[in-house]
């Protein structure tokens, strides 16, 4: 399995559509200081079902959305495609292609699709967490994250642990179960 592509439409300083491709093996992204890089890792996360503002950088969830520049207006959503290639089947699903689809709408609306078809944001967990990407996957490392690891308390060790298990996915179910 890797990333094959990730195509930004209106998502933060990408007003016009931006698809960046993907190689098997390393890619850098350069740009001077504030060319719009971390927007792009934030883009990864947020296709991802990132759900904190915090996390995007944002103070709120619609920060995401192309917020205007002085020649050219704010826009309504913001869109993120990823292409993933599953040829190995590394994730649940039957297709030897998988894009996952985040849409937002400043009214607060959002949408998620898998290969074109509308889903639930449920559906995105289910389908990245078994595959060890996706949300709190610590696939993407931050920085003063790996602080955050070495000082953990023994709950947040265990997190870790049942993380990389993956029991989390089956916990978090549970939880969910119960609260009903
Ligand atoms: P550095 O090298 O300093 O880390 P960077 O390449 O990572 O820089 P980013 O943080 O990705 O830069 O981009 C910051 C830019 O994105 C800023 O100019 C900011 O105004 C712009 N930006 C962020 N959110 C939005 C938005 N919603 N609408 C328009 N522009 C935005
Ligand atoms: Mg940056």
Request: with cysteine.
């Amino acid at each position: 399995m890797h990333l094959k592509a990730l195509t930004l439409r209106g998502f933060k300083s990408f007003a016009s559509a931006t698809t960046l491709r993907f190689e098997p093996g390393i890619t850098c992204v350069v740009g001077p200081n504030g060319s719009g890089k971390s927007n792009v890792v934030d883009a990864l996360s947020w296709v991802m079902g990132e759900q904190g503002a915090k996390s995007l950088r944002g103070g709120k969830m619609e920060d995401v959305i192309f917020a205007g520049t002085t020649g050219r207006p704010p826009l309504g959503r913001a869109e993120v495609s990823l292409t993933i290639d599953n040829s190995d089947g590394a994730l649940p699903i039957e297709y030897a292609e998988v894009t996952l689809t985040r849409i937002m709408f400043r009214n607060g609306g959002s949408e998620y699709q898998i290969n074109g078809d509308t889903c639930r944001l449920l559906d995105f967990q289910e389908l990245l967490s078994d595959s060890g990407i996706g949300r709190e996957m610590h696939v993407i490392v931050g920085q003063g994250q790996l602080d955050s690891v070495l000082h953990a308390d023994p709950m947040g060790r265990r997190a870790f642990i049942e993380e990389a298990a993956g029991v989390l996915k089956h916990r978090k179910r549970k939880e969910k179960a119960l609260r009903k």
